[in-house]
């Protein structure tokens, strides 16, 4: 058990342009999270995978957000034209499935992505 | 709307001492679960502690305990015995799965400093 990975650890870019995060979960969790959090605030809910499919979208997650999952392992989250609004940290976090241990999700180290 | 208060921005203790962290929260649900959450600096969030709100008993953790007042919609976070390395933001979170979502809400969280 590696724990919840997260990459890169910071990303410095220009407004405009876009961004890739990546987050690789505990091998045997099959729930994926993101997670946005600005300064002074608590973690947001953007969305959440259960193996491959995509099963929910907090309003936050805007047209220029997408986060796959593909084949249920590691996950994207893609900022495509990046706005100074966008700087936070973006953070993944995995759980089990339900029955055993859901609910309590490990969390990565988190992604900054800071916008110029 | 499903919200966490914590109204205690930042308190500090003196090591070895005992200190409660405040939390309420809002929902119409009956059935959810509570999280209090640690996020050390420049460090990843860990689970500190969870009740189920089914139950009545309150939960511990060694030197971690929670107050919990389902009628109050009450879930104080006491650490007894502080210790320098509890330095860290802690976070008050609950789920509902409220129409099968997955979201954790979280608060603003709490600041603590632990003294020497």
């Known amino acids: 058990d590696t724990g919840v990975s997260q990459n890169p650890r910071h990303k410095i870019t220009k407004r405009g342009q876009n961004v890739t995060f990546r987050c690789d979960p505990i091998?045997?969790?099959?729930?994926l999270y993101w997670y946005r959090q600005t300064l002074g605030q608590g973690p947001e809910f953007l969305t959440y995978?259960?193996?491959?499919?995509?099963?929910?979208k907090s309003r936050l997650l805007s047209d220029r957000f997408s986060a796959e999952r593909p084949k249920g392992s590691f996950s994207t989250l893609e900022i495509q034209r990046t706005e100074q609004g966008d700087s936070a940290m973006y953070l993944c976090?995995?759980?089990?499935?339900?029955?055993?241990?859901?609910?309590?999700?490990?969390f990565g180290a988190g992604s900054r992505l800071t916008v110029l | 709307a499903q919200t966490v208060t914590q109204s205690q921005p930042e308190m500090s203790v003196q090591e070895a001492e005992t200190v409660t962290l405040s939390c309420t929260y809002d929902?119409?649900?009956?059935?959810?679960?509570l999280f209090w959450y640690k996020q050390p600096p420049s460090r990843q969030m860990i689970l500190v502690i969870r009740?189920?709100?089914?139950?009545?008993q309150n939960a511990t953790e060694n030197r971690f305990s929670v107050n919990f007042q389902k009628a109050a919609k009450s879930f104080s976070l006491k650490i007894s015995d502080s210790q320098l390395g509890d330095t860290a933001m802690y976070f008050c979170?609950?789920?509902?799965?409220?129409?099968?979502?997955?979201?954790?809400?979280f608060g603003k969280g709490t600041k603590l400093t632990v003294n020497p």
């Open positions: 976090a995995s759980s089990r499935p339900r029955g055993s241990g859901a609910n309590v999700l490990t």
């Open positions: 091998s045997e969790h099959n729930r």
């Open positions: 995978f259960q193996n491959e499919a995509q099963l929910e």
């Open positions: 929902t119409s649900e009956s059935n959810y679960y």
């Open positions: 009740q189920e709100a089914y139950k009545q």
């Open positions: 979170a609950f789920t509902t799965h409220q129409g099968g979502s997955e979201k954790l809400v």
